[in-house]
């Protein structure tokens, strides 16, 4: 099993900026990806981001390229989200998975086997 914890998330202003962290704890040398996703009340969960746990290449929503940067710190076992010039329309819950199988492209939440509980992010005009 992994444990997922997120946190950094707040009340913000749009154009600022706010990084969200996600601890994972467990059996961690298991993970293959680690991901971020959003979710807004009556909208499907979005993928925003993600990065592999070994080789670290990145894949972004294309309405995140270039706001948004994802990183990890493998010793730490802790994933980053940074992101930039904010906009309500970021204004969401964000939620931190884990990959263990393999199953399809890390775009997709459905093959992401582990989840945290979300942090809440606020961007107001």
């Given at each position: 099993q992994v444990q997922?914890?997120?946190?950094?998330?707040?009340l913000v202003q749009a154009g600022d900026s706010l990084r969200l962290s996600c601890a994972a704890s467990?059996?961690?040398?298991?993970?293959?990806?680690?991901?971020?996703?959003r979710l807004t009340p009556g909208k499907e969960r979005e993928f925003v981001a993600r990065i592999t746990w070994s080789g670290g290449s990145?894949?972004?929503?294309d309405s995140m390229k270039g706001r948004f940067t994802i990183s990890r710190d493998n010793a730490g076992n802790t994933v980053y989200l940074q992101m930039s010039s904010l906009?309500?329309?970021?204004?969401?819950v964000y939620y931190c998975a884990a990959v263990r199988t393999f199953r399809g492209a890390y775009t997709r939440s459905e093959v992401y086997d582990y989840w945290g509980r979300g942090t809440q992010v606020t961007v107001s005009s």
């Open positions: 997922l914890v997120e946190s950094g998330g707040g467990g059996r961690t040398l298991s993970i293959l990806a680690m991901g971020w996703f990145t894949d972004y929503a906009k309500p329309d970021d204004t969401a």
